[in-house]
């Protein structure tokens, strides 16, 4: 048997053993210990990361696919990406793993420019890339703690290719901007091939049916190009007046 069959079986194992553990009736006490002790390591979390970023100055996350190698053209572009916007002035945020991640870090370490992750383990994919400021990197354990760090200490969003995490975080910001919970900062989404199909489907379905007004197709952008995205982020700035710097 492989490495990777027994790996698979843990991982139903324990799949199957969270499943049977919602089902199972338990005390209050063992309730109550249970969500306190929860509760304070959401707490801990919120608590490092408002620390950590609190001062980090205006950034752009860069969303994307962990499973993107070296050699992908997206990851390459990332890289490029990511060494322009230090360049002009903002720090780079990213999920701290390796794929597009990696490539986000990468272009702004690189660039001597501010890299900053927020990494989260995940089994059989995720750890944390090599190019994130000693400073400036955390570990998470909950999605929802992580997610509330990027989008409040975000002044703007590049979404590369991805899969369903990409999608999540893209989502997320999409949301929050639409209901006005965050500033109508910039959603730039590289890569017209692989994002149309996605809006054109929104487009189709969603504003035909009345479930999202047309406008809101604007809160994002659609380039093809790494100087394509950073224009946009630098034309959001002059619009607002604003002077990042560090």
Request: hydrophobic share 40%.
């Amino acid at each position: 048997m492989s490495n990777k069959e027994i790996n698979s079986e843990e991982l139903n194992g324990e799949e199957e053993e969270k499943i049977r553990e919602a089902f199972q009736d338990r005390n209050w006490s063992e309730i109550k210990s249970a969500n306190s002790w929860v509760i304070f390591k959401v707490m801990a979390e919120f608590v490092e990361g408002f620390d950590k970023l609190a001062k980090i100055g205006p950034c752009v996350s860069i969303f994307g696919s962990a499973r993107a190698k070296p050699d992908n053209p997206y990851y390459l572009m990332a890289e490029k990406i990511a060494a322009q916007l230090v360049r002009h002035g903002y720090g780079v945020i990213t999920g701290g793993g390796p794929g597009i991640m990696e490539a986000g870090n990468k272009g702004a370490f690189e660039a001597k420019g501010k890299s900053v992750g927020l990494n989260i383990d995940l089994p059989m994919e995720q750890f944390n890339n090599l190019y994130i400021d000693s400073d400036k990197l955390i570990n998470f354990d909950y999605f929802f703690v992580r997610k509330v760090m990027f989008v409040k200490f975000s002044q703007g969003f590049i979404v590369m290719p991805g899969g369903f995490g990409t999608l999540d975080e893209l989502f997320e910001a999409l949301t929050l901007i639409q209901t006005q919970k965050i500033g109508k900062f910039p959603i730039v989404l590289v890569g017209k091939d692989y994002w149309s199909g996605l809006f054109d489907w929104v487009r189709s379905t969603l504003v035909s049916d009345g479930f999202i007004n047309a406008e809101d197709l604007d809160l994002v952008s659609l380039v093809k190009s790494p100087e394509e995205a950073v224009k946009v982020i630098d034309d959001f700035y002059n619009k607002y007046l604003l002077s990042p710097n560090f």
